[in-house]
């Protein structure tokens, strides 16, 4: 599968965004779907999960009550709605995609990197104080 994220752009303190990720190929319903972020300087954090299964979502501490992930199957796509964003939420965006078993796995599964097979190539994000 290959994943294309947009959306990303410069926003003022407060204000929201909404990153989409498109991706091709089949069975797009069968894949558990991740939002990473990295900031300049810094490592490659998890941000959200969707998965196939469910779905069930998954969120880093500093995002929750924030952003919402959700998916659309019929349109193989992945959404990130990120209201009340914070100059910390600055980085480049990626969408990830691991191939499910069917069923819902430990929650650390979703939120490690190495667990991801296809990655997008990313969509910047920039949160002004």
């Known amino acids: 599968v290959q994943l294309q994220a947009s959306g990303g752009g410069l926003v003022q303190a407060g204000g929201s965004l909404r990153l989409s990720c498109a991706a091709s190929?089949?069975?797009?319903?069968?894949?558990?779907l991740g939002w990473f972020r990295q900031a300049p300087g810094k490592e490659r954090e998890f941000v959200a999960a969707v998965t196939s299964a469910g779905p069930s979502t998954f969120y880093a501490d500093s995002v929750k009550g924030r952003f919402d992930i959700s998916r659309d199957n019929a349109k193989n796509t992945v959404y990130l709605q990120m209201d009340s964003l914070k100059p910390e939420d600055t980085a480049g965006y990626y969408c990830a995609a691991q191939f499910s078993p069917g069923y819902l796995r430990a929650p650390s599964s979703y939120r490690r990197q190495s667990a991801y097979n296809y990655w997008g190539q990313g969509t910047l994000v920039t949160v002004s104080s």
């Open positions: 190929g089949r069975s797009f319903s069968s894949y558990d």
